[in-house]
């Protein structure tokens, strides 16, 4: 059982901010010493994030927000791994921070050397067939004329 493929669409296809403070994608730049040439990009072709079944089961969501540390190489490097904003179930958390480690990014660069960085990156765990949980209007999309919700 994955993570709705809505989210996983939003996680694959965003970006991250420059600035630190405000993300235009999916995950927030956290730390970085001086400004980004290039930001790290999600390269991963499929997500690794999974619901626990007992959860899944009874159609429990949540959202988990992780602080990563991406080393020069563009891997996540599960020891700096945390859980910045927990989902109020600890499954749920423990899933997240566990699939973390499959993560793999392009890194950052500075003057076009690999660089490491820390962000913030959010994992929406939602079921297909739960409602939306609020603030969920985001994740609302338009393809070919039909409305896509969580």
């Given amino acids: 059982m994955r993570v709705s493929w809505i989210a996983a669409l939003l996680l694959v296809t965003g970006g991250c901010s420059r600035d630190g403070k405000h993300g235009s994608g999916p995950f927030t730049l956290a730390h970085s010493r001086g400004q980004l040439d290039e930001l790290p990009t999600l390269i991963n072709p499929e997500l690794p994030f999974r619901y ?3 959860l899944y089961a009874r159609r429990v969501q949540g959202n988990v927000t992780l602080r990563l540390f991406i080393d020069r190489a563009g891997w996540v490097r599960p020891e700096s791994t945390r859980v910045e904003e927990p989902s ?5 958390d423990s899933a997240a921070v566990a699939a973390s480690r499959a993560l793999q990014f392009s890194p950052a660069k500075r003057d076009g050397a690999p660089v490491a960085v820390s962000v913030l990156f ?8 739960a409602g939306a949980l609020p603030g969920d209007s985001i994740l609302q999309k338009t393809a070919n004329g039909r409305r896509i919700t969580p």
Avoid: K, N, T
Wanted: proline fraction near 19%.
């Fill in 122 to 129: 959010p994992v929406l765990f939602r079921h297909p067939e």
């Fill in 52 to 54: 626990p079944a007992a």
């Fill in 88 to 92: 109020g179930y600890a499954a749920l």
